[in-house]
């Protein structure tokens, strides 16, 4: 496994419109693995591989960012966290509820910015796992924000795009003086 460098706003590539993967095959798994690993060391909860430079309808979530595999410390903790990495392919909403939710965003390819973007609250999904097999789930929550927030990037859409002009063009500002100053 790798992890790989994550392209940020304003890079073209974060426009592209991103392919259906038409096999999954074993090169995609590997894509995968190096996906979930540059997420959780980001860290973040959901990462597109148009965010990584490739341009496929590809996307890994775990909305536990700070999650362990082998937590050392578990018989001290009354909550264990564990890993539960999703993966979805070709991703589809086929119903979106008409109520909305709002939740404060951010975005690995806009380091540091949040802002409140409004959403379906529930949307039925279709999509492939790894394995290539479909599934259909209704889903709400964080879960359902995360998942529409990822399939944005597979359209060339960031979550600054749902702001006002002025919203984006402020929090844009703010991430430039955030890299002048390091
Ligand atoms: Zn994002």
């Not at 860290?43 to 536990?64: F, H, N, S, T």
């Not at 995360?146 to 060339?156: A, I, K, S, T, V």
């Not at 002009?165 to 002048?180: D, F, I, N, P, S």
Request: glycine share 4%; hydrophobic share 45%.
């Amino acid at each position: 496994m790798a992890i790989l460098s994550i392209i940020e706003t304003p890079d073209a590539r974060l426009k592209q419109i991103s392919t259906p993967v038409a096999t999954v095959t074993d090169a995609h798994r590997t894509l995968i693995a190096d996906m979930l690993e540059t997420m959780y060391d980001a860290p973040g909860i959901g990462l597109a591989a148009i965010q990584v430079g490739v341009a496929e309808r590809i996307l890994v979530i775990d909305l536990q960012p700070d999650a362990d595999d082998t937590p050392d410390d578990a018989a001290s903790e009354d909550i264990v966290r564990i890993k539960q990495p999703r993966v979805f392919i070709n991703p589809e909403i086929v119903w979106a509820s008409d109520e909305l939710s709002v939740y404060s965003e951010g975005c690995l390819s806009v380091p540091e910015m949040y802002a409140d973007v409004s959403r379906p609250a529930r949307i039925r999904v279709q999509w492939l796992d790894d394995q290539g097999a479909s599934n259909e789930a209704e889903i709400d929550g964080l879960l359902a924000t995360c998942l529409q927030h990822e399939m944005d990037h597979l359209n060339g859409v960031l979550f600054i795009d749902h702001l006002s002009r002025l919203k984006r063009g402020m929090l844009l500002k703010k991430l430039e003086k955030l890299r002048k100053t390091g």
